[in-house]
């Protein structure tokens, strides 16, 4: 282990557990969730995240490429791993010899894929891929018809899924496309299921959180939830009533100084903040190179002994300024919470996402990939290494 940080993310295992669990309460029994893990699990780390909704019953995960596959297979994680960006030719092999299944939109690699599951004597699992008004990948539902006869030709491969996704999930005004984009993808995917052999094992899946929570007419066979495992609705404000999920991810610090400053001082690159009186000032160590946006100069709090304080001044690469008039006693190493819970008060990801005109997915990738992450569990369970 290296030396110490002043920052760190901290992350509630057990509140990745029981997200997970209040999330598959929403769905029968019949119906699987995908753990959606891309993005090194929304920046809450792949294996961790992962291992935290294995302990809650997951079975079926969701990661953009195979290297990320592969990490899993190689933290222990067992059942299906669904390669959300498809089937990329070369990664071909790892996708074989993990167990991988690959999303498919067109037929490139399909050949190649067939012949070295034979030649391993497996069968991979591919979920097809409609695109039904995203406008992203995936085949239009008219030309689908031949790639679904390629992968019946093909040994060695099997059609674990059919699959689309919805672009306005979250958006309260536009049920009516919602139900129209349904329509689209369940008329095409359930008339092909019925034509093939296997179809008990084909599962039909659509719904990311926002479907999941807003449209029970839309969970197919399978559902995929991302941010709301991660203790978030998908928009703010929510586009439906959350249920209890509990933000998961929280980032601290430490103040580095503090003093007290004359009205008129100039605080930081160029000066955007002059104290308009006395200021008792808190000079905290963190700033845009771990991941805390820039753009916020001018908006943004956080939580120093239980109470909210406005950030001062341009935030800096590594440093930024707090107002700390109003609290007494505060000195340098008291803990700053730039998101997360001090006391009654909470800062979560969807408000600084607000500050930043952006959603709170991103500021939680941010924060995840640019600092050290450190794992709590209340409950006890075994931190990872
Ligand atoms: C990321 C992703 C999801 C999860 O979406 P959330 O809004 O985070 O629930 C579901 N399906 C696909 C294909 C995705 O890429």
Not at 78 to 96: C, H, K, N, R
Not at 108 to 123: C, D, I, N, T
Not at 135 to 153: Q, V
Request: proline share 6%; with cysteine; glycine share 10%.
């Amino acid at each position: 282990m290296s030396a110490a940080s002043y920052n760190s993310v901290m992350v509630d295992l057990d509140a990745l557990r029981d997200n997970f669990r209040a999330v598959s309460q929403r769905v029968s029994p019949a119906t699987r969730v995908m753990a959606v893990v891309k993005a090194d699990a929304y920046g809450h780390g792949l294996a961790a995240a992962a291992g935290a909704f294995t302990r809650a019953g997951a079975q079926c995960f969701g990661v953009a490429e195979a290297e990320e596959g592969v990490c899993l297979r190689e933290a222990g994680i067992q059942g299906e791993i669904v390669l959300l960006l498809g089937l990329d030719p070369a990664a071909t092999s790892a996708t074989v010899a993990h167990d991988l299944s690959p999303v498919v939109f067109d037929r490139a690699g399909l050949a190649e894929l067939s012949r070295q599951a034979l030649g391993r004597g497996k069968v991979v699992a591919v979920h097809l891929k409609l695109d039904v008004g995203m406008g992203r990948f995936g085949l239009p539902p008219a030309e689908a018809g031949r790639l679904l006869e390629a992968i019946r030709a093909l040994p060695g491969l099997r059609l674990g899924g059919i699959m689309a996704h919805f672009p306005l999930a979250d958006d309260p005004e536009a049920e009516r496309e919602c139900r129209e984009h349904w329509r689209r993808f369940s008329a095409a995917a359930s008339a092909w299921r019925d034509g093939w052999a296997e179809a008990g094992r084909i599962r039909l899946h659509m719904a990311n959180s926002a479907a999941l929570f807003r449209f029970p007419w839309a969970h197919g066979d399978l559902v995929r939830p991302g941010i709301s495992l991660y203790g978030y609705p998908p928009a703010d404000p929510a586009p439906f009533l959350p249920p209890a999920l509990r933000p998961a991810m929280s980032l601290r610090s430490r103040i580095l100084q503090v003093k007290e400053l004359p009205a008129g001082c100039g605080i930081s690159y160029g000066h955007r903040f002059v104290t308009s009186r006395p200021t008792r000032l808190a000079v905290l160590p963190l700033g845009y190179a771990d991941g805390y946006p820039r753009g916020v100069s001018g908006r943004a709090q956080v939580l120093i002994g239980g109470r909210r304080v406005p950030l001062c001044g341009t935030i800096c690469m590594n440093a930024c300024m707090a107002d700390v008039s109003a609290i007494s006693g505060v000195a340098a190493g008291a803990e700053v919470i730039f998101m997360g819970r001090q006391g009654d008060e909470f800062i979560g990801a969807a408000e600084i996402a607000a500050w930043h005109e952006t959603i709170s997915y991103e500021i939680l990738c941010r924060f995840g990939a640019m600092n050290k992450r450190l794992y709590s569990s209340p409950d006890g369970e075994p931190e990872p290494a």
